[in-house]
């Protein structure tokens, strides 16, 4: 079961991605459904949702669309089919058609086209093709929503009576109207209509005249209506028509519903996999506003290799205003599980850390997101993140105590299925401090195997993420000459804060700046300035690098197809020069054969003739076989001499697997111990330090600028403290 708080959703913006993708569901209920929709951690489930929505937002782009899956709330009919002799609504019926009639759309269309969308027919497996609810609802109720006259036999002869009585009370009605028109006893509207019935408009002093039922009159008084006699009669047998109507419409609407029973658990299924196909639809439809697809979900090795990562919701806001967003590339497997991202302010470290997030939650309720291709991704049972201020006013905590409250809770939950982000980790307290707890801390998440990314300012936190095998340092990019960021993590270095630089072009005065500088440790501002050099010389040398990969890639093409023109060439002097001594060898056997020619037209005698052809034939082939002996022998010595070649090659090869098996058997060089004072380096590394204190395996070392613990196996002897006295 994944385990992700609330206020990591609420740090990451979840609730805003889903509320971009709820606007492309098109029933309400499908809304309610994707604004509702949680991260999980089963790794066939989310495949599966995956695989769904991938599959839906290729048919976008493809002939054979998925048809519309608009569909009506049935749900609440679910409730009354339970109870015995309850009857539904006239609208119910033809609601419970039409999405019938749209599922046995989807269930034709997937069957038919199974193999473009394997994942999505699986929703349909436990339905079929229904063939008796449209039929008998059609056979009931018209395309008006109104029950059919001919639903019962019963039903046509009280309709076909109240058709005849209307007939009457209209003539009736007609004739009072003529009558008393004449009479003048009328107003000049002459008739109205009260409570559904004509009635004559009869002027007050006249109201004793006409004889029938008074329904009421003006405001002034002056009119009074009245339903003439005759027709008031024939009315209130249509009123006892009409309640036999309604009695025998109920009863036909409750065999209705009594055919719809047994229907229950179809209905069911129906509307799940209605309300499933709208969700799908949303978030292929969010997928493609964002460029979102499927990355590889790895299970066997854990890792995060994002190529080209969009933050969605920076995205949808760039979109809208027409800016460029600037995408990242990010890689995390279980070689380099922890991230330390540091760098100036301002320049997208929080927005690393919140796409790296975002993106996660994403794809773990199911949704593509907008990274390219080539990506990979894991599934976590943990997400934790402490992104933001996250004062507390309610508790009465500060940013630093809220923050060791979140790490308490880090330290509880860590484990090797969580991804964490921690955004200014350690800060909020003394600098030196607040480091120290912070490296702890690291340290401990480091050992429990756990996944993520931090941003710091702290250069302990640097130097760990340097000595650590699986821990790695990162920076955002600066451009030292603007001094503007440009949005871009570099992976494998630590980042310089440009302090001073960033003061200095935001005006500062410089007499400040240089008072600040005094203030502060000089091997802080050194070791400062040195990541800020490194960062420069890294950007020109990735320049540059870019520079000769261009020409490198332009000279290996053009060498490419200078090659290809010499093979060409090459092979058309050989063709030009076997062609050129077949010529002359027909040009030598064409003079042999016009001397015999010649000799045979002066003497006229066949059997010379015959002999010097036979000859001439003879010498051809005795030349032909030298020829092929002499191609044999030369493909003999190229045989023998490849033969000779290949035994030399392996003679070296065994002699350099003896002499590397003799060096793994001769003894190792004695290991010198190391004791308090001795000069030592990193075996990896140049800096060489002191050290301070041994405890175990554990070493402090002393760098001058800073001191760290450094594990006694990756340290190695320099020169001892006696040497240096």
Do not use: W
Not at 287 to 313: F, V, W
Not at 445 to 466: D, Q, V, W
């Amino acid at each position: 079961m994944v385990s992700i708080p609330d206020k990591s959703l609420d740090d990451l913006e979840y609730d805003e991605v889903l509320k971009q993708c709820s606007a492309f569901a098109i029933t309400p209920m499908g809304k309610k459904v994707v604004l509702g929709l949680k991260p999980k951690s089963d790794i066939e489930e989310i495949s599966n949702k995956l695989k769904m929505t991938s599959e839906y937002c290729a048919s976008f782009d493809n002939e054979n669309r998925i048809p519309n899956h608009e569909f009506h709330d049935i749900s609440a009919y679910f409730r009354l089919l339970k109870i015995e002799n309850s009857v539904l609504e006239l609208d119910a019926f033809r609601n419970l058609a039409r999405n019938t009639e749209t599922t046995n759309t989807l269930f034709r269309f997937l069957n038919k086209f199974k193999s473009y969308y394997p994942n999505l027919i699986i929703l349909v497996r436990q339905l079929y093709e229904e063939k008796h609810i449209n039929p008998t609802v059609d056979g009931v109720i018209d395309r008006f929503g109104e029950v059919r006259d001919d639903a019962s036999d019963i039903l046509y002869t009280i309709r076909k009576q109240m058709q005849r009585l209307r007939g009457k009370i209209s003539r009736s009605f007609n004739k009072s109207l003529s009558q008393f028109s004449n009479a003048d006893y009328l107003d000049d509207i002459r008739e109205s209509v009260i409570e559904n019935r004509r009635v004559l408009a009869v002027k007050a002093m006249y109201r004793r005249k006409v004889k029938g039922a008074i329904m009421g009159s003006s405001k002034t008084g002056s009119i009074v209506f009245i339903e003439p006699e005759a027709t008031n009669t024939q009315t209130r047998e249509l009123q006892n028509l009409e309640f036999e109507e309604g009695e025998e419409i109920k009863k036909i609407l409750s065999q209705l519903t009594d055919f719809f029973r047994p229907y229950l658990p179809y209905l069911e299924l129906q509307h799940a996999f209605l309300l499933e196909m709208d969700v799908t639809h949303a978030k292929a439809t969010y997928a493609k506003e964002i460029g979102g697809l499927l990355p590889e979900i790895t299970s066997n090795e854990r890792q995060i290799s994002y190529t080209k990562a969009y933050h969605p919701l920076l995205l949808q806001a760039h979109k809208l205003e027409k800016k460029l967003t600037h995408p990242q590339d990010i890689h995390l497997d279980s070689e380099n599980r922890i991230v330390v991202i540091s760098g100036p302010n301002a320049g997208g470290k929080s927005i690393t850390l919140k796409t790296i997030g975002l993106l996660q939650l994403m794809l773990q309720t199911g949704m593509l997101i907008p990274v390219h291709e080539k990506s990979k991704a894991t599934l976590f049972k943990q997400i934790l993140t402490d992104i933001g201020d996250n004062q507390s006013i309610e508790n009465h905590l500060s940013t630093y105590s809220y923050r060791l409250k979140n790490m308490k809770y880090f330290l509880r939950k860590c484990s090797e299925n969580t991804l964490f982000l921690i955004d200014e980790f350690g800060t909020g307290s003394d600098p030196e401090l607040g480091g120290a707890l912070a490296e702890v801390m690291l340290e401990n998440f480091y050992e429990r195997k756990a996944f993520g990314l931090i941003t710091t300012h702290y250069s302990n936190l640097k130097a760990l993420a340097n000595e650590m095998p699986a821990m790695v340092n990162a920076n955002m990019q600066f451009n030292n000459k603007t001094l503007e960021p440009v949005f871009k993590l570099i992976m494998g270095e630590a980042g310089s804060s440009f302090t001073f630089e960033v003061a200095q072009k935001n005006g500062l005065p410089f007499n400040l700046i240089n008072r600040a500088k005094k203030k502060i440790e000089r091997g802080k501002v050194r070791f400062d300035a040195t990541i800020a050099k490194l960062q420069k010389e890294r950007s020109a040398i990735m320049k540059t690098g870019e520079s000769l990969k261009e020409k490198e890639t332009i000279a290996a093409a053009e060498s490419d197809r200078m090659a290809e023109i010499n093979i060409k060439l090459k092979s058309k002097l050989i063709n030009y020069q076997e062609l050129f001594d077949y010529n002359q060898k027909m040009i030598v056997l064409g003079n042999k054969l016009n001397e015999i020619a010649e000799r045979f037209f002066e003497n006229n005698k066949k059997r010379p003739l015959i002999s010097e052809l036979l000859k001439l034939v003879e010498s051809e082939n005795a030349k032909r076989k030298r020829k092929n002996s002499i191609l044999a022998k030369k493909e003999r010595e190229k045989k023998k001499r490849l033969n000779e070649e290949v035994k030399k090659e392996l003679v070296v090869v065994r002699k350099e697997k003896k002499k590397k098996s003799k060096q793994k058997e001769s003894p190792a060089k004695p290991k010198i111990k190391l004791k308090v004072g001795d000069r030592v380096r990193m075996f990896d590394g140049r800096s060489v330090g002191s050290i301070d204190s041994i405890e175990k395996n554990k070493v402090i070392v002393n760098y001058g600028i800073f001191t760290t613990q450094i594990n006694i196996g990756l340290l190695e002897f320099v020169e001892s403290e006696k040497t240096i006295k």
